[in-house]
């Protein structure tokens, strides 16, 4: 059997940037100058973690003039073409006033974007959002300087060097026979069900992050996991990592604190809902769980 037999991986929402991330330039503090200094060069602004979006609602790319001098900026990466790309947190009042535009929630704002231009927004907002919240050292509690163009903060008491953490989640569709499990948490709009998903703790594999999450929140047993595919959710700093469950039974015993309702549901269910003619709301095809549940029905 070959290693890479079965279907392809599907893609998923939020990923498929155009830009070469290029690491071997942003080791070099000469190379990174240069890249701002480039006529062709241009920042993704974020205000309050909200971008900048044209009139047309398409992403608004600043010149390094339209910036204050002191504001926060990471590398992105080149494009297709070679051009460098950056990031920058300052506020937009004056661009808006400027060129007209908006600021939007990024979740609305990438659910309107293609082509990988929603990637580049959640890679932009995952590290200025990191940036917000690391500015201090977790060793010895000095204030810290950005380094390595943005994928790193440096201590200059203790020399300690801190990176942009990810988070994995799993998110996982419970299948027993021709049913699969869906659950609600009591914050969910209303008639909205998704998949069941929960932070890998520390000291347990993806296998059993899965394992624990549908027996904490569910109460049932599981066997067999398959990977499916994974996913950059940058809110705020998140890898969803999406797989099948084998479940043993069908009885529910739910955690009211973490499900407010969870049923099973068949094919013909999940197609209903997906395509919004069912009784309940699926997720949006940006969302990973839009990809397992439509995986499971085309299974």
């Known amino acids: 059997m070959s290693l890479f037999a079965g279907p392809e991986t599907p893609s998923t929402g939020l990923t498929g ?12 503090p000469a190379q990174m100058i240069a890249l701002r200094s480039r006529p062709d060069a241009r920042w993704l602004v974020l205000d309050d973690l909200k971008p900048l979006m044209t009139a047309e609602s398409e992403l608004f790319w600043a ?15 080149l494009t297709p073409e070679g051009a460098p790309r950056f990031a920058a947190a300052t506020l937009a009042h004056e ?45 010895c509690g000095a204030p810290t300087s950005v380094s390595k163009a943005g994928y790193a903060r440096t201590c200059p008491a203790c020399h300690a060097e801190h990176f942009p953490r990810t988070d994995p989640v799993v998110i996982m569709l419970a299948v027993h026979g021709d049913h699969a499990l869906v659950g609600r948490q009591p914050g969910f709009p209303p008639r909205f069900f998704s998949a069941l998903a929960g932070f890998v703790e520390p000291g347990e594999n993806l296998e059993e992050a899965v394992a624990r999450e549908l027996h904490e ?3 049932i047993f599981t066997g067999r996991v398959r990977y499916l595919a994974s996913q950059p959710w940058p809110f705020p700093s998140s890898l969803m990592v999406a797989c099948f469950a084998e479940a043993k039974g069908v009885e529910l015993t739910l955690d009211f604190d ?34 397992l549940l439509k995986a499971w029905v085309e299974s």
């Not at 940037?17 to 070099?28: C, E, Y």
């Not at 907002?125 to 050292?137: K, P, V």
């Not at 969870?262 to 309940?280: I, N």
């Open 217 to 219: 929140e569910a109460g």
């Open 63 to 77: 010149y390094r003039s339209d910036l204050p001098h002191d504001a926060l900026s990471v590398f992105l990466g």
């Open 95 to 139: 661009l808006i006033a400027e060129n007209g535009g908006k600021l939007m929630d990024a979740r609305a704002a990438a659910q309107l974007l293609g082509d990988g231009r929603a990637a580049i927004l959640a890679h932009a907002r995952s590290l200025l959002a990191w940036h917000a919240r690391h500015g201090h050292c977790s060793v």
């Open 17 to 28: 940037s155009p830009l070469d991330r290029a690491d071997h330039l942003r080791r070099d």
């Open 258 to 291: 973490e499900l407010e309702e969870a049923r099973w549901v068949t094919k013909d269910d999940v197609r209903a809902a997906l395509d919004g003619s069912g009784d309940w709301l699926a997720p949006p095809p940006m969302a990973i769980a839009h990809t």
